[in-house]
């Protein structure tokens, strides 16, 4: 199993330029989720997933849209890059709804907008 | 108000001593905690919880205790090693909303040889 694959590993974009960070797990998970984390400071939640077709807001999703076609993938799209969103992204998975079941992390995308 | 605090950004601990790594929250309504270690260029790592009922949980060379009259948490680990050194986040959720996790900004800990 890899587990949670996050893709690109680091990526430097223009204001006002639009990318997608893509998200991959292979344990057939339901809940997916992507936080941001900003320097010095703890994880913010963006968007989550309960299952395929099924997203829906976390605490900062302004600037940010998701979908979630198969169970297995939940990219996040920004579609104007804004300096404030420069960050790194980390995209999650677990079985169940509840924080008592493990959360599995990806190794994070870094990203710059200059 | 629904905050996790870690007061100290970073800690340097001898190796073989304990290092304690302590955490507080606002919100009463918190009461499941999550410890999760982050190491450079990874995602952060499950590392150990503890459920409101219990205020002590146990896992090798890590312990959890939790005071809930002062709202406030610690991490312990005896003897620290080399590998323990990384960023911690401290988390909490709350019963009403089991499936949101709020995240402290994370301390920093640094294994002295």
Known sequence: NAGVTQTPKFRILKIGQSMTLQCTQDMNHNYMYWYRQDPGMGLKLIYYSVGAGITDKGEVPNGYNVSRSTTEDFPLRLELAAPSQTSVYFCASRTGTSVRQTQYFGPGTRLLVL | ?113
């Open chain 2, 1 to 113: 108000d629904q905050q996790v605090k870690q007061n100290s950004p970073s800690l340097s601990v001898q190796e073989g001593r304990i290092s304690i790594l302590n955490c507080d929250y606002t919100y009463s309504m918190f009461d499941y905690f999550l410890w999760y270690k982050k190491y450079p260029a990874e995602g952060p790592t499950f590392l150990i919880s503890i459920s409101s009922i219990k205020d002590k949980n146990e896992d090798g060379r890590f312990t959890v205790f939790l005071n809930k009259s002062a709202k406030h948490l610690s991490l312990h680990i005896v003897p620290s090693q080399p590998g323990d050194s990384a960023v911690y986040f401290c988390a909490a959720s709350a019963m009403n909303r089991d499936d949101k996790i709020i995240f402290g900004k994370g301390t920093r800990l640094h294994i002295l040889p």
